[in-house]
């Protein structure tokens, strides 16, 4: 059984359970947490049903990795900041060069002034040639000038190291950085042409986050050996450009250097969608990663800060108690046992193209078949457990978009399942291994009708009826 705590002595363990208490205040759902000072683990939080040791889908979180791929061009001299764009992708220019593509250089991706007035990424991560669709978008801004977010310039900067080395992004890093952090080579998922998604597609478990947030404060050495140079780190964790000025948050009011955002509290960060942190504060020789669901970035943050302020407090050292949260806090509610049903069905026409499914519910055990246009697929769900399958289903995946018919593949998952029973309805939850994301299914077979609902990201269809 996977040790879900620890917490080093000095540890004020109430601060932690504090920041817990605000996380159910503002639905932030956490999977893993874990803070390094000086090196060594002062804490570690994995919430069950998931593992410290599962990699999950980072986002934006996947950003200092590009970064850092993009630096050790740059130590080499394949790159410079300078590097233009027009140039090292002449292939994929439009017929005629604006004046803003001819200015267009490696900084202004890696600093988020790439001239856009938004992010093209979903434009790009479904194109048939992603930069192309990239070099060919309207700019607004005269490159160098505008912060825009655009994790789509993001995945340009990622295809700029490809280029130069001639490599995959994950070989490169395999030999460069991955290597010498000593983790297993991760998996950096594609647009559909192939290019890597450089701004969002690493999954990465924590402890590989953690060692490279660490190898981020040692200046870019881990382990004696150097990953990247002193000197390009000081330029991409500095503050290169302004960001959202009238923030009320000085988490995102500080500045943004080369893929990096500046701490309120000093230090630097990357941060993913829906409450990824990576944390590096160098004056506390401290580095904190946390993997969860958040529906509010700004008040996670604070939590966060709250509790890192707190740690070394004098107060309680329970780690029980903690325990106790990490084991209990998404365990299914004990309703009324849940009667064993079959019923089979055909749906109306829907978006996923699922025609039809059976639930099975018998020995504790709940069942679900649903026929597809490119097969069938299953998952199970424990009564008042979660157990753990392995699925895929167009759409059902927040990084996914399922109405390309030349996308022509589905996006396998493992997934917890556990259900239960109340007032004639079966309600399944759903929690991704690979992404932060939880869904709730609730088959009302009295009305004919699966709802799915999800606490954030997309889903194309909700209501599922029954054909009559």
């Given at each position: 059984m996977e040790n879900r705590v620890f917490a080093r002595a000095d540890v004020n363990t109430r601060a932690v359970e504090e920041m817990l208490d605000t996380f159910n205040a503002i639905k932030t759902a956490p999977r893993a947490l874990k803070i390094l000072k000086g090196g060594e683990p002062?804490?570690?939080?994995?919430?069950?049903?998931?593992?410290?040791?599962?990699?999950?889908?980072l986002?934006?979180?996947?950003?200092?990795?590009?970064?850092?791929?993009?630096?050790i061009c740059i130590d080499e001299g394949l790159l410079s900041p300078d590097t233009k764009m027009c140039e090292l992708f002449a292939d994929k220019m439009p017929p005629t060069l604006t004046e803003g593509l001819k200015k267009l250089t490696l900084a202004d991706l890696l600093t988020m002034r790439c001239g856009h007035g938004r992010c093209a990424l979903e434009d790009v991560r479904w194109a048939d040639d992603a930069l192309k669709?990239?070099?060919?978008?309207?700019?607004?801004?005269?490159?160098?000038?505008?912060?825009?977010?655009?994790?789509?310039?993001?995945?340009v900067a990622a295809a700029a190291a490809e280029r130069v080395t001639g490599r995959k992004l994950t070989d490169l890093l395999e030999e460069k950085l991955f290597s010498v952090l000593g983790v297993k080579t991760p998996e950096w998922r594609s647009a559909r042409d192939g290019t890597c998604l450089g701004g969002t597609g690493l999954l990465v478990d924590i402890e590989t986050e953690t060692r490279f947030l660490q190898m981020l404060l040692q200046k870019g050495v881990y382990n004696g050996k150097r990953v990247v140079s002193e000197e390009y780190l000081r330029l991409a964790t500095s503050r290169i450009t302004e960001t959202y000025k009238d923030h009320p948050s000085k988490d995102w009011s500080s500045g943004y250097g080369f893929q990096f955002w500046q701490n309120g509290r000093g230090g630097f960060r990357g941060d993913g969608a829906y409450?990824?942190?990576?944390?590096?504060?160098?004056?506390?020789?401290?580095?904190?990663?946390?993997?969860?669901?958040?529906?509010?970035?700004?008040?996670?943050?604070?939590?966060?800060?709250?509790?890192?302020?707190?740690?070394?407090?004098?107060?309680?050292?329970?780690?029980?108690?903690?325990?106790?949260?990490?084991?209990?806090?998404?365990?299914?509610?004990?309703?009324?046992?849940?009667?064993?049903?079959?019923?089979?069905?055909?749906?109306?026409?829907?978006?996923?193209?699922?025609?039809?499914?059976?639930?099975?519910?018998?020995?504790g055990r709940a069942c679900v078949t649903l026929y597809t246009d490119v097969g069938t697929r299953a998952f199970v769900c424990g009564e008042g457990e979660f157990i753990r399958s392995s699925t895929s289903l167009r759409g059902f995946d927040s990084t996914q978009v399922p109405s390309d018919p030349k996308l022509n593949s589905e996006m396998p998952f493992e997934v917890y399942g556990a259900y239960t029973y109340e007032n004639g309805k079966y309600t399944l939850t759903l929690?991704?291994?690979?992404?932060?994301?939880?869904?709730?299914?609730?088959?009302?077979?009295?009305?004919?009708?699966?709802?799915?609902?999800?606490?954030?990201?997309?889903?194309?269809?909700?209501?599922?009826?029954?054909?009559?």
């Open positions: 002062v804490l570690s939080l994995s919430f069950a049903p998931y593992s410290a040791a599962e990699p999950m889908y986002y934006s979180l996947s950003k200092p990795y590009a970064s850092i791929a993009c630096g669709t990239f070099f060919a978008f309207p700019m607004q801004f005269e490159p160098g000038t505008t912060f825009v977010y655009s994790t789509a310039a993001t995945c409450g990824q942190i990576g944390f590096v504060l160098p004056e506390e020789d401290t580095v904190l990663a946390f993997y969860g669901e958040s529906t509010d970035a700004v008040a996670e943050f604070n939590a966060v800060n709250k509790m890192l302020d707190g740690l070394y407090a004098p107060g309680e050292h329970d780690v029980c108690a903690l325990e106790r949260r990490c084991a209990e806090l998404y365990a299914p509610e004990k309703r009324e046992p849940a009667p064993e049903a079959e019923a089979e069905f055909g749906f109306e026409p829907n978006g996923l193209d699922i025609r039809g499914g059976k639930l099975a519910v018998r020995g929690r991704k291994a690979d992404t932060c994301h939880t869904q709730y299914w609730t088959f009302d077979l009295a009305e004919g009708v699966l709802n799915v609902a999800t606490r954030l990201g997309n889903l194309c269809v909700k209501e599922f009826r029954f054909k009559k």
